[in-house]
């Protein structure tokens, strides 16, 4: 079964500077990736996916994301923080065969401090 | 415009009376599927449809039922709702690879 984890409850970053919110996945075949961002009192929004090809993916707000399949880890990046970027994010995976549900990380609220 | 409605958005109701909430999408997505988010717990799958008339639990089903009777909805029922079931739930579709939420139901069971 496919698995989802990111590591950090909670990463602190000051405004300006880099960010890195980890993830790792465990498939039995080849997976798609997925960041998702939710805002307080708000749904998911989809910043960015890896489904092939390049493996930097550039996504949504400047956020992206390198696929390393020797390492098993979809870590999303910034290389400046916002302080509007402080939200829960969540890592998810997918099989390619596409019957398998999506599953989803714990989430990591990231706190971006001016 | 691509869009997953909820309905309610947020609702209050009291132990073993049964509850439905809806989700409804316009893009012909055949995969929908049913979440929950707790805290520290991220979003956990209850349900999922890979089409009509076929539904698979996800890892925390118990509790729950849902049907796929047309393609555009998917409505998640409780039975007999317990204060456990308090939680925020999503409902989502997917297609191909984009996966599309709902905004959200907040649920108290008292």
């Known amino acids: 079964a496919q698995s989802v984890a990111q590591p950090e409850d909670q990463v602190n970053v000051a405004e300006g500077n880099p960010l890195t919110v980890k993830c790792t996945y465990s498939?039995?075949?080849?997976?798609?990736l997925f960041w998702y961002v939710q805002y307080p009192n708000r749904g998911l929004q989809f910043l960015l996916k890896y489904i092939t090809g390049d493996n930097l993916v550039k996504g949504s707000y400047g956020f992206e994301a390198e696929f390393n399949k020797s390492q098993t880890s979809f870590h999303l990046k910034k290389p400046s923080a916002l302080v509007s970027d402080s939200a829960l994010y969540f890592c998810a995976v997918i099989l390619t065969s596409g019957n398998t549900p999506l599953v989803f990380g714990k989430g990591t609220r990231l706190s971006v401090i001016a | 415009e691509a869009q997953v409605t909820q309905n309610p958005r947020y609702l209050i109701t009291v132990t073993g009376k049964k509850l439905t909430v809806t989700c409804s999408q316009n893009m012909n997505h055949e995969y929908m599927s049913w979440y929950r988010q707790d805290p520290g717990l991220g979003l956990r799958q209850i349900y999922y449809s890979m089409n009509v008339e076929v539904t698979d639990k996800g890892d925390v089903p118990e509790g729950y039922k849902v049907s796929r009777k047309e393609k555009r909805n998917f409505p998640l029922i409780l039975e007999s709702p317990s204060p456990n079931q308090t939680s925020l739930y999503f409902c989502a579709t997917l297609g191909g690879t984009e996966q599309y939420f709902g905004p959200g139901t907040r649920l108290t069971v008292t």
């Open positions: 498939v039995s075949g080849n997976p798609y």
